[in-house]
């Protein structure tokens, strides 16, 4: 079992930058693949990004690409999700996840373990 805590969220404003950290419990991180999801009000939860067991390869929406970077320390069970050029329409609660099968999947409904979220809020 993989227990995750999520931190970093909070107010920034347009064209700045937040880290989210995500630890992890559990013997068998680092055989897991891991993900970044976001759920603003009144819309489904979107896939951000993702990264597999080994940190070898990651996937980015197209909405994120060339501002988000994922990155992972299976020597400290962590998963990071390091945000720049924020937009107000990057506003969300961002979610950490983990996927047992250890590659990159894109959808909610692959992965097993969730963090509790964090508020990320981008001002105009």
């Known amino acids: 079992q993989v227990q995750l805590v999520e931190s970093g969220g909070g107010l920034v404003q347009a064209g700045g930058s937040l880290r989210l950290s995500c630890a992890a419990s559990g013997r068998t991180f680092s055989s897991y693949g891991m993900g970044w999801f976001r759920q603003a009000p009144g819309k489904e939860r979107e896939f951000v990004a993702v990264?597999?067991?080994?940190?070898?390869?990651?996937y980015y929406a197209d909405s994120v690409k060339g501002r988000f970077t994922i990155s992972r320390d299976n020597a400290k069970n962590t998963v990071d999700l390091q945000m720049n050029s924020l937009k107000p329409e990057d506003t969300a609660v961002y979610y950490c996840?983990?996927?047992?099968?250890?590659?990159?999947?894109?959808?909610?409904?692959?992965?097993?373990?969730w963090g509790q979220g964090t508020q990320v809020t981008v001002s105009s």
């Open positions: 990264i597999n067991w080994s940190g070898g390869r990651t």
């Open positions: 996840a983990a996927q047992g099968g250890g590659s990159v999947y894109l959808r909610s409904r692959e992965y097993d373990y």
